[in-house]
């Protein structure tokens, strides 16, 4: 085997080179069957009304390609020589492609004989080149060893394939698992949205019922101005929009990368929505004591991953005010009843 004859073959530009069959299999191929010692093979060998490229006492064939020829299209037309032809080893290339096929490998379909694929840069490896040589190498083929080598590989596939298809059934049975956990996790949520849901039903119980004790309070101990109590109003956890009107309002900058948008809480208190982007950089005079402590509220927000770092607000976030909001939005002191607008239906 000449290695360093392979190595040049592989650093072959194939950019610059002219890829029709011919120089494929000339310039390429021949090359690359003389750096395994084969000096002479019969060159358009007839089969039955057609012509393999080239045949090696007829025990390797070799079909060759134009360089951007899909192999795939002609594994039928070697299958055909094969039938016909009874090579025990069969290699079908385009220059850049190398396939080695067993044809008398025992599988379902003439596509699982293939035994190895390698690209024409694979060749420097000399762990390519030494697998190579076993299955064409001439000393191997004329002492007969590399028919040894070709039931090795074999064996070598099928306990690989074996292997993966053992690697494939944990997976599937852990998939599976997973699955079944998953499904037990959904059951266990729907008891619980259950039980929310009737703890949920409890507390507007309470909330709509008069609380008649109280009531005889007042009226046995002559309780000024008694009138029957409301229910404090419990307000819900998070921040729940209660607005004095319904308008959302939006503030949009491309030259400080704001785009925001909110609702008032009440009628002092501004909420600017999950996912509103916030100004790239702030204002110079932007500092301690602007507006409502809009500064330290920025820089807070920074701080805690609130505004994340693609200048992002994670989650509605309630301002003491709808200038301190836009202070915060956009990074400078600013009168929120001026930078905030209406946004289009």
């Known amino acids: 085997m000449n290695f360093e004859e392979l190595k040049r073959i592989a650093q072959t530009n194939l950019s610059q080179f002219d ?12 090359r690359f069957l003389d750096a395994f010692g084969h000096k002479k093979f019969d060159l358009e060998h007839a089969a039955q009304g057609s012509r393999v490229d080239i045949n090696i006492g007829n025990k390797i064939i070799v079909e060759t390609k134009a360089l951007d020829k899909n192999l795939d299209d002609d594994v039928i037309q070697l299958k055909r020589y094969c039938d016909e032809e009874r090579p025990v080893l069969a290699i079908l290339t385009n220059g850049k492609t190398f396939r080695f096929y067993s044809p008398f490998m025992r599988v379902s379909s003439f596509n699982e004989t293939l035994i190895y694929e390698f690209s024409l840069a694979d060749f420097e490896q000399q762990e390519v080149a030494d697998r190579i040589n076993k299955l064409i190498g001439f000393d191997n083929y ?18 690989i394939i074996e292997f993966v298809d053992d690697i494939d059934k944990r ?66 956890i998070g921040h729940e929009p209660i607005p004095t009107d319904k308008i959302t309002y939006k503030i949009y900058s491309m030259k400080k990368g ?26 110079e005079s932007f500092g301690k004591g602007a507006a409502d402590g809009a500064y330290e509220r920025r820089k807070d927000l920074e701080r805690t991953g609130k505004i994340n770092s693609n200048r992002e607000l994670t989650e509605d976030y309630l301002f003491d005010s709808i200038s301190q909001a836009a202070c915060v939005v956009i990074g400078g002191s600013r009168n929120g009843m001026k930078e905030w607008k209406p946004s289009s239906p």
């Open 19 to 30: 890829g029709n069959e011919q120089n494929v299999k000339h310039n390429i191929v021949m």
């Open 142 to 159: 004329q002492n007969k060893t590399y028919l040894t080598y070709i039931e090795e590989r074999e064996t070598e596939l099928k306990q």
């Open 171 to 236: 997976e599937l049975k852990d998939i599976r698992a997973i699955q079944e956990d998953i499904e037990q996790l959904k059951s266990e949520v729907e008891k619980l949205e259950s039980k929310i849901k009737i703890k949920q039903q409890e507390i507007d119980q309470i909330k709509s019922t008069k609380i008649s004790e109280k009531e005889e309070l007042f009226k046995k101990y002559f309780f000024p101005n008694v009138t029957t109590p409301a229910t404090k109003k419990i307000e819900p």
């Open 258 to 283: 704001v785009s925001a948008f909110g609702k008032f809480y009440d009628t002092k208190k501004f909420i600017v929505f999950k996912g509103s982007t916030v100004s790239n950089e702030l204002d």
